[in-house]
Each structure stands twice: as structure tokens, then as C-alpha cells.
């Protein structure tokens, strides 16, 4: 080989290696990406740190940052509080990463973006009591079953919390209903709808009005002797309750009469 060819030969490997040691490896290229996305999102673009997440996807599905944006896309749809979008995200993540140790974050989210999609209270709208449950419905069985999925986990708490949250909706939700049926004498509608309220949920604090309506639903159906056991119970419970006022001088009437 002649000293040019030579010569020519380790300009090449020689420009190949400087090329070579420039280049970035797909696990920086992701990471770079990803962190751009992350600012994207705490910045509070939203729909900008969706494309960046997506495309974290599409160029790098082996990569764990692809795992980790598709936990993100999640985390950025519940930031824009676009609950119904965040809880499909998380859904997903669940369904295919079933065993990823996040996991139990996604299914914990996922209840808590139905709890934030339900209906809220202002003063110049009717009580959420009176709107659609749907999201409360999907929150209070994602909750439990979060619950029965992952004891231990560090979201147990919390998740415990908000499920009272969402009961106590569910509770002042069919009371409502309860009311509707009395103020139109349906007494024994009246009376399945806060027996269905026990059943599900127990007697629990702040249910002395439903315990009044049975009650008094009773009463008026001439059932005695329920009228007299739930009487008695709310006797023993709400001891301070202006309801049980009510309900003694029912009594006394009823006794009178």
C-alpha cells in the first residue's frame, strides 16, 4: 500500500473515532428528552410535555424512560385537571406494567382522579349531592379496590381518607333522594332508601337525619315495633341530635294516641 493510501486511511479512522466519542448513547438521548419534558411539565405546559412524553415513547420503547413518560403522561393530564383523561392514562400504565413497583401510585391515582372529576359545591349551583355520582361511583370502587390490592402501601392512608370522602358524598347523595320520597309521602320508598344507606355503609356519624326519616317513615306506616328499634338506636347514638327531639315528640303522640 502506497504512503498516500495509508495517509488517507488514518484521516478516516482517525475522524471515525473523534465522530465515535461525540455521539450520544440512547439511554443519555432518553434521559435528555425526558428532563426536557419534566420542565415542560412544571412549567405548566401541558399539552407540550405530552408530545415530549410521546415521543419519548415512539423513539425509545425499550428505554425505562419510556415506562417512566407513560407514568407522566398521567401525572401531566391530572395537573391540567383533566381527571377523566389522567385516570385512562394511569389505567394504561397498570395494564402494562403490571408488576412495575409504581404501580400501586397509578391505581391509587387513578381513584383519585375520579374523586377530583366529581361534581363540586358553589354557592351559586345546587349541592353536588343533587348532580350525577358517576365519578364518585368509579372513585369509591377504584378506592377499595386499592385497598384490597396493595395493604402496606404508602398511599394507604390517604386513600382510606378520601374513600370516607367519597361515602359520606354517596351517603348525603341518597339522602337526598330519601328526602324527595317523604316530602311526597312515598314512606316506604322513604324507608328502603335509608335502609339501603345502613346496609352499605353502617350508622355512622352525621346520619341523624337518615335515622329520623326511617323513623319517622315507620311511623307512619304503622310498623311499631321497627319504629320502636330504631328509635332506641337513635336514642343511643345521637343522644344531642335536634332530630331526637323531634322524634320524642313523635313518640309522646304516638304514646297519647
Known amino acids: 500500500m502506497s504512503k498516500s493510501k495509508i495517509l488517507i486511511v488514518c484521516i478516516l479512522l482517525a475522524a471515525g473515532c473523534a465522530t ?3 455521539v450520544k448513547s440512547e439511554s443519555e438521548s432518553a434521559k435528555e428528552e425526558f428532563d426536557e419534558a419534566l420542565k415542560s411539565l412544571k412549567g405548566g405546559y401541558y399539552q407540550e410535555a405530552i408530545d415530549k412524553f410521546n415521543q419519548i415513547k415512539a423513539k425509545y ?6 415506562t417512566e413518560a407513560e407514568l407522566k403522561i398521567g401525572d401531566t393530564y391530572f395537573e391540567d385537571e383533566k381527571y377523566s383523561d389522567a385516570a385512562d392514562a394511569y389505567q394504561e400504565f397498570i395494564k402494562l406494567h403490571p408488576s412495575h413497583p409504581m404501580t400501586d401510585y397509578a391505581a391509587y391515582r387513578v381513584a383519585l382522579s375520579y374523586f377530583k372529576d366529581a361534581p363540586g359545591d358553589w354557592f351559586f349551583l345546587p349541592p353536588s349531592y343533587e348532580k350525577d355520582q358517576t365519578s364518585n361511583l368509579k372513585a369509591q370502587q377504584a378506592f ?12 394507604e392512608k390517604e386513600a382510606k381518607e378520601y374513600l370516607e370522602k367519597v361515602n359520606l358524598k354517596l351517603i348525603y347523595h341518597d339522602l337526598y333522594i330519601a328526602r324527595f320520597y317523604f316530602k311526597r309521602n312515598k314512606f316506604e320508598a322513604t324507608e328502603n332508601r335509608i335502609k339501603g344507606i345502613i346496609q352499605k355503609y353502617g350508622i355512622i356519624d352525621g346520619m341523624d337525619e337518615a335515622l329520623y326519616l326511617l323513623c319517622c317513615s315507620l311511623y307512619l306506616q304503622n310498623k311499631s315495633e321497627e319504629f320502636n328499634k330504631m328509635f332506641g338506636i337513635m336514642n343511643s347514638r345521637f343522644p344531642n341530635s ?9 313518640s309522646k303522640s304516638k304514646g297519647k294516641g
Open 61 to 66: 420503547p425499550f428505554s425505562r424512560y419510556a
Open 242 to 250: 335536634r332530630y331526637l327531639y323531634k322524634l320524642q315528640n313523635l
Open 144 to 155: 377499595t379496590d386499592f385497598l384490597t390490592k396493595f395493604k402496606g402501601s404508602k398511599y
Open 20 to 22: 465515535t466519542g461525540q
